[in-house]
């Protein structure tokens, strides 16, 4: 009896060490979960006010727009990002193809020059129109671009999280890592440090003022940038979410970027 209770425990013991998660497989569980939640959203729109905010404290507001297409098997997302004012980049458009396992494709269309620029993969940590988010920012973070490890468990902002360390897989990230705080309830991610090459702390981002659409996708109204090394930041208001608005492929092509309106 007593043999069978210690082998009995023996194996108990057993499975649940076979069965307990590493934190790189706990930290890409959360990632895979996060991303799920956000799928089936087929198509987005949103207008937007991006204020850049110099180390004085300075505003300098502008206002764009954003059109989303969602990717389908081992395509990632696709976006067109369009500039209203300031009238000296009215005009100026951005269009990206986010990749699952490869460097992503960004054009940048300048329209006093008419012509359609292509940015180079060493380029992606150069910053966005003068702003403190990098062009590999506003790409679409798919899960395959990045390692994950879980760290912690952890209040932040009265909501309990994941603490999630990620790191980079494209070798000309500007990060080495990024550490994201997620929170239980919804996967969404409230806040990320940014490291640079020489693992110093770079920026931080805070996703506030989250929004439920149509019962199940979760967006920020407000996205704060702060950049620790220079004092500056950039702040982006978003508004006006469409969901579902029947956008496609031919909506976000070179071609598109010229006569973006």
């Known amino acids: 009896m007593l043999k069978t209770i210690f082998v009995s425990s023996v194996l108990a013991v057993s499975c649940a060490m076979s069965f307990a998660q590493t934190p790189e497989q706990k930290g890409l569980d959360i990632a895979v979960e996060s991303d799920k939640r956000d799928q089936g959203f087929d198509d987005s729109m949103v207008s937007l006010r991006m204020v850049l905010i110099d180390s004085k404290g300075t505003e300098s507001p502008r206002k764009l727009r954003i059109k989303a297409l969602e990717g389908e098997g081992e395509e990632g997302d696709k976006s067109l990002m369009i500039f209203d004012t300031p009238i000296d980049q009215k005009g100026v458009a951005m269009l990206t193809y986010t990749h699952k396992t490869k460097a992503d494709d960004q054009w940048l269309y300048l329209p ?17 129109v003068g702003s403190e988010f990098a062009f590999e920012d506003i790409s679409a973070q798919e899960v395959e671009k990045y390692k994950y490890k879980y760290l912690r468990d952890e209040t932040y902002d009265g909501k309990d999280c994941f603490v999630v360390e990620r790191y980079p897989t494209d070798r000309y990230s500007g990060y080495t890592k990024q550490v994201a705080w997620i929170d239980k309830e919804g996967y969404r991610p409230l806040k990320i440090d940014f490291y ?8 931080t981002l805070e996703n506030k003022e989250y929004k439920k659409y149509l019962d199940k996708y979760w967006r920020p ?3 704060f940038m702060r950049n620790h090394q220079t004092g500056k930041a950039t702040r982006l208001e978003y508004k006006d979410y469409e969901f579902k608005v029947g956008l496609n492929n031919k909506e976000f092509t070179k071609n598109s970027l010229k006569r973006a309106k």
Do not use: E, M
């Open 196 to 203: 640079d090459r020489k693992d110093s702390l770079l920026k």
């Open 221 to 223: 109204n407000i996205s």
């Open 112 to 128: 006093a020059l008419k012509r359609v620029k292509k940015i180079s993969s060493k380029n992606k940590s150069g910053p966005f």
